[in-house]
């Protein structure tokens, strides 16, 4: 069975300043697919960005990119550039249509 | 992608008693799944609404206390059987498209058992 884990229960980081949040995983799949999910106060889903794990280069989303590590089984994001508006609950999840989340990372983002 | 209108948007409830939630899409989809988001908690997968058959269940959760349908590929409900306390969560349909990752969310019931 797939397991994410993300250690950071909450983090604080100022506008415009940069972040970046953990996830590792465990699978015995050799093809699958990682995503980071933001989850605002409004409770909606919204994707930041998907990673594919047999592509080598990692995924970037305008402020948003990750840093993929395969062999470690590590799955990181960074937000540079932070806004108010990333103030949110981020979720690390493994899988396709059908996800395997992480416990969560709620970031504040300070003025 | 899809858009996914999910109601009711929030209720309150007797234990006891049941509720159905409904999530329609505005257009076909391969794949529909309902997910529990407990208080502070992440997403768990509840189980994947078959069309025209009955749902496969993840461990821990069971048909006579989540019964669900999927009657075609636009509409699904999810209910709640004889609610508890611990029932009261938020609740997610998602759907997906087999030849696309991603997976869309409607914006969420939150269940609150008095």
């Known amino acids: 069975a797939q397991t994410v884990t993300q250690s950071q229960p909450e983090m604080s980081v100022q506008e415009a300043e940069t972040v970046t949040l953990s996830c590792t995983y465990d699978?015995?799949?050799?093809?699958?697919?990682l995503f980071w999910y933001k989850q605002p106060p409004s409770r909606q889903m919204i994707l930041v960005i998907r990673q594919e794990a047999y592509k080598q280069q990692n995924a970037t989303e305008n402020r948003f990119s990750v840093n993929f590590q395969k062999a470690a089984k590590s799955f990181s994001l960074k937000i540079s550039d932070s806004q108010l508006g990333d103030t949110a609950m981020y979720f690390c999840a493994f899988g396709g249509n059908k996800l395997v989340f992480g416990a969560g990372t709620i970031l504040r983002v300070k003025s | 992608s899809a858009v996914i209108s999910q109601k009711p948007s929030r209720d309150i409830c007797q234990r006891g008693t049941s509720l159905t939630i409904q999530c329609q899409v505005d257009s076909q989809v391969t794949m529909m799944f309902w997910y529990r988001q407990q208080p502070g908690q992440s997403l768990t997968l509840i189980a994947t609404?078959?069309?025209?058959?009955?749902?496969?269940?993840e461990s821990g959760f069971v048909i006579d206390k989540f019964p669900i349908s999927r009657p075609n590929l636009t509409f699904s409900t999810l209910t709640v059987s004889n609610m508890s306390p611990e029932d009261s969560s938020i609740y997610l349909c998602?759907?997906?498209?087999?030849?696309?990752?991603?997976?869309?969310f409607g914006q969420g019931t939150r269940l609150t058992v008095v």
């Open positions: 609404a078959n069309q025209g058959s009955e749902a496969t269940y």
């Open positions: 699978t015995s799949e050799n093809n699958y697919y």
């Open positions: 998602s759907v997906g498209f087999r030849q696309s990752t991603e997976a869309f």
